[in-house]
């Protein structure tokens, strides 16, 4: 048995490992998870948008 058909077969060890964690915690369904229930989101309340601050006069120039 050579290192590389050593090193192959630590590699398929370690990823069938990985495969079996990645189903267990993964998002695959409902499959031994409890449902979860739907959250209603209520909107924000609006809040009012304050008026523009008042200007003074606008003086113009007038040619004579």
């Known amino acids: 048995m ?5 090193a ?3 590699g ?8 079996v964690v990645a189903v267990a915690y993964g998002p695959i369904g409902q ?4 449902a979860k229930p739907a959250s209603i989101q209520q909107p ?3 809040q009012p948008v304050p008026a523009p601050a008042p200007r003074g006069p606008v003086i113009r120039e007038v040619p004579n």
Do not use: D, E
Not at 2 to 6: A, G
Not at 31 to 34: I, V
């Open 31 to 34: 499959y031994g998870k409890p």
């Open 8 to 10: 192959g077969l630590l």
């Open 44 to 46: 924000a309340p609006v």
């Open 12 to 19: 398929a060890i370690v990823a069938s490992i990985v495969m």
């Open 2 to 6: 050579n290192s590389q058909s050593f």
